[in-house]
Nanobody
Framework: QVQLVESGGGSVQAGGSLRLSCAAS????????MGWFRQAPGKEREFVAL????????SFADSVKGRFTISRDGAKKVVYLQMNRLEPEDTAVYYC???????????????WGQGTQVTVSS
């Protein structure tokens, strides 16, 4: 199995930046697609971004495209989500996920981190 631990969440003012980290461990973790999802109160969990460990495939949700960047460090086994020009609408619990498929739906992912809170004030 794969274990995922997120870090880097916090509270920022609108227009600010945060970088989230997802540390991966476990056997055969490189087989998995790595994704970021978020869930705001009263809303469904939504896709944010994904990346393969090779870095050859990257995808973003339209709501964050141009503001967020996803990257990975294979040697450190860490996936990053750099969030710039944050907006109050970005406020949510952010989750790192790993799946054997490839897609934008939460059901395509098998392992999840505990989540990290991101709060953006206006």
């Amino acid at each position: 199995q794969v274990q995922l631990v997120e870090s880097g969440g916090g509270s920022v003012q609108a227009g600010g930046s945060l970088r989230l980290s997802c540390a991966a461990s476990g056997r055969s973790f490189r087989e998995y697609i790595m994704g970021w999802f978020r869930q705001a109160p009263g809303k469904e969990r939504e896709f944010v971004a994904l990346i393969t460990w090779s870095g050859g495939s990257i995808s973003f949700a339209d709501s964050v495209k141009g503001r967020f960047t996803i990257s990975r460090d294979g040697a450190k086994k860490v996936v990053y989500l750099q969030m710039n020009r944050l907006e109050p609408e970005d406020t949510a619990v952010y989750y790192c996920a790993a799946g054997l498929g490839y897609g934008r739906h939460s059901y395509e992912y098998d392992y999840w981190g505990q989540g990290t809170q991101v709060t953006v004030s206006s």
